[in-house]
T-cell receptor, first 114, second 110 residues
Framework: GAGVSQSPRYKVAKRGQDVALRCDPI?????LFWYQQALGQGPEFLTY????????KSGLPSDRFFAERPEGSVSTLKIQRTQQEDSAVYLC????????????FGPGTRLTVL | RKEVEQDPGPFNVPEGATVAFNCTYS??????FFWYRQDCRKEPKLLMS?????NEDGRFTAQLNRASQYISLLIRDSKLSDSATYLC???????????WGAGTKLIIKP
């Protein structure tokens, strides 16, 4: 389909493992956002890319979190040395440009850290 | 105080009734406002953008009150399929961030 896709859909990691979450945005969308959503909460902003440039990473909770979008399309969110508090749904969204346009979300990756 | 606040509910409403929720925001410089709908274990999907003049889409009406810093969503003639969590989103201090409320859960009962 033409929507945002994310993989894997589910990931179980042992505490201390590294994980990599992938996002394929809608083709032609300049803006890409990563969010973390805990149960019963709204999405929490992690980071924003405009094409390949990471313009805002102020929401990343620690230096264990790293995101990249090297060619301005696919993005990867990497979490090193996972902790139990990292357990959440990680949502990726893309939009034509910035925050004034509708954001289209992927189905999310549900991460469980044991 | 959170930057964007919503009553978590749940709102239990009979089918056919009218229901309204509000969402308050703290940043007076915010310019973009949205209502999203999120079904259980699914991703958020845009319901409506909220314009200064208000906007209506079928049974749904969204309004912005800048003076009191809140947006509202009104659902008329509610359907069972309207049961979901309704999230509001407001652009924040940076040009790149949408700040989200925790959502209001709506349950429509037959």
């Amino acid at each position: 389909g033409a929507g945002v896709s994310q993989s894997p859909r589910y990931k179980v990691a042992k505490r201390g493992q590294d994980v990599a979450l992938r996002c394929d945005p809608i083709s032609g969308h300049v803006s890409l956002f990563w969010y973390q959503q805990a149960l019963g909460q709204g999405p929490e902003f992690l980071t924003y890319f405009q094409n390949e440039a990471q313009l805002d990473k102020s929401g990343l909770p620690s230096d264990r979190f790293f995101a990249e979008r090297p060619e301005g399309s696919v993005s990867t969110l990497k979490i090193q040395r996972t902790q139990q508090e990292d357990s959440a749904v990680y949502l990726c969204a893309s939009s034509l440009a910035g925050t004034n346009n509708e954001q289209f979300f992927g189905p999310g990756t549900r991460l469980t850290v044991l | 105080r959170k930057e964007v606040e919503q009553d978590p509910g749940p709102f239990n409403v009979p089918e056919g009734a009218t229901v309204a929720f509000n969402c308050t925001y703290s940043n007076s410089a915010s310019q973009s406002f949205f209502w999203y709908r999120q079904d259980c274990r699914k991703e958020p999907k845009l319901l409506m953008s909220v314009y200064s003049s208000g906007n209506e889409d079928g049974r749904f009406t969204a309004q912005l009150n800048r003076a009191s810093q809140y947006i509202s969503l009104l659902i008329r003639d509610s359907k069972l399929s309207d049961s979901a969590t309704y999230l509001c989103a407001v652009n924040g201090g940076s040009n790149y961030q949408l700040i989200w409320g925790a959502g209001t859960k709506l349950i429509i009962k037959p």
